[in-house]
Structure formats: C-alpha cells, structure tokens
C-alpha cells in the first residue's frame, strides 16, 4: 500500500480518536488540578481534588466493590461463557437460531434490560423470582430486600452483569472454538484423552489468546457499568453497592455540591486503576502475538 493511500485510509480514524478522546482526556486531566465551576473558567489549586478523593472513604469503598463486581462477573461469564460455547459448537442447523436467542439481552439496551430484570424480583411487578424460590422452599425463601440490602442488591447486580455480557463471551470463545484443528482433537482422542482432558490440556490452550481478548473486553466493561445500576441499585449510596462511575457521576453532576474537579481527579484516578487491572492481558496479548 502507498504511503498517500495509507494516510487516506488512516487520517479519519485519527482525527475522530483525536476528538471524541484525546480533547476529553485533556480536559478532564486539567480539570483534575483546577476548582471548576459551571460556566466559569477554572482556577489551578494543586493536588487538592487528588488529596480529597483520596481521603474520601467513599471511593475506598466504590473501589472494592467495582473490582469484586468485575473479577466475580468476569469470572462466571468466561467458565460459563465457554461451556455455553462448547454446547453451541455442537449444534448443526439449529445454531443459528440458539445463537439469536442468546444474543437477546446483549443486544438490548442496557438500562432497558435492567428495568426488565429488576422486575423478575419486584413484588410490585409480580417478582417471579420469589414466587418461584417460595414454592420451592415451601415459603422458607421469604421476601428479600433485593434492591435495599446490601448482599442480595449485590446478587442481583452481579446476576444482571453476567446475563448482559455473557453473550458476548460466547460469541468470541465460539469462535475461538472453530478456530481450533480437528487433527489435532483427533490425535488427543486416539492417545486415550477424555473429554474433559481434551479441553484442558487442548482446546483451552489453543483459544488462550481469545480468552485473554475476552478477559481484557470484560474487564473494561464491567468496570464502567453504571446504566444497569440505576435501576438495580437506587440505595447503591447507603448499602455500599456504588460502582465508581455512579460515584463519579454524582460528585461531578448530580449532587448539590456539585465538583467537576473532583469528579475528573476521581477519573483519571479511574483511568490508572483500569490500566494496571489490564496489564496483565494486554502483557498476555502482545506475548501471544510476538508467539
């Protein structure tokens, strides 16, 4: 390719990455050392908004739940997500169609898909869920606060992540899946191998690279929720279950004493966290292409 054709071809990327990223990512790190208010220019203070973020129990606390949210919805969506996969991979005509099906929440709308989920445990919406656990348990369940407690607010949050991204790790493992050599599966199975050490010590390791593509997507994702939460976790401020973006989003704009400085140290503060959470994949990633 000529050198003109490349640039043609790569100079639109560059200008939108430019300005729907890097001008934000500026702003937001100015704003970080500056006591903004709406309107006005800003006036540099220093390290004061990183001062008081740190200081702030409150992010301690948003912290520890966003990166437990993270690593235990991570965790479910790749060991579900593959067996999913595995089974799909085994379908003939019929794929397609189970593959639609399962696709149903990852394409809907978040914040719509959590309006829906939260009414499978809302009394006032029928909450099937209870129902069904009651009839089970012979009434044992009883009626938890599901949107006011703090461990099952916390379960139907991490249910909810988990039924809106697992699609998406199915999708790429079941890729990975097809990508996988028959002779190779063929020769494990004549050296006596059994299904499960045929996925162990054959398939995982040859989709490794996927996974840790899959990884690396989750992790991002699960990290900004903050849609689904709006619905799923109204007490997320009293109950402990407030993820950093909520918590961005309210010091910055919702509360009364609103702080757009604060709010941008506590992002790019954000930004560091996610960094060092990906390293690990993306370090994983660069070794599996150099391989």
């Known amino acids: ?36 208010n709406y309107g006005e220019a800003g006036t540099f203070i220093g390290l004061t908004n990183y001062r008081a973020a740190l200081g702030d129990a409150r992010l301690g606390r948003a912290v520890l739940f966003t990166v437990g949210l993270t690593v235990v919805a991570s965790a479910f969506c790749i060991v579900f997500g593959y067996v999913l996969a595995a089974l799909v991979n085994k379908l003939g005509r019929a794929r397609p169609l189970v ?13 719509v898909g959590a309006v829906a989920f939260s009414w499978l445990f809302d009394s006032n919406f029928g909450g099937i869920v209870d129902y069904l656990l009651n009839a089970v348990s012979g009434g044992a369940f009883g009626n938890p606060l599901w949107f006011t407690s703090t461990w099952p607010n916390r379960l139907i949050i991490v249910a909810n992540v988990v039924w809106f991204m ?31 050490q045929r996925h162990l010590y054959v398939i995982i390791p040859s989709i490794r690279g996927v996974l840790g593509f899959v990884v690396l997507i989750l992790t991002m994702d699960v ?21 950093l973006m909520v918590y961005i989003y309210r010091v910055a704009f919702s509360e009364a004493s609103r702080n757009l400085g604060l709010g941008s140290a506590i992002s790019v503060l954000t930004i560091i966290l996610i960094l060092i959470l990906l390293f690990p994949s993306i370090r994983n990633i660069v070794k599996e292409a150099r391989a």
């Open 1 to 36: 390719m000529k050198r003109r054709q490349f640039w043609a071809l790569v100079a639109p990327s560059v200008v939108v990455m430019f300005g729907f990223m890097l001008v934000p990512l500026y702003q937001t790190l100015r704003w970080s050392f500056e006591s903004v």
């Open 99 to 111: 593959l639609g099906i399962l696709l149903i929440s990852y394409v809907s709308p978040q914040v």
């Open 166 to 196: 697992l699609p998406f790790a199915m999708l790429m493992i079941l890729a990975g899946l097809q990508g996988v050599s028959e002779e190779t599966l063929e020769a494990a199975e004549i050296d006596g191998a059994s299904p499960l």
């Open 223 to 243: 990290i900004r929720v903050f849609d689904s939460l709006i619905p799923l976790a109204p007490q997320s401020l009293t109950n402990g279950n407030e993820s």
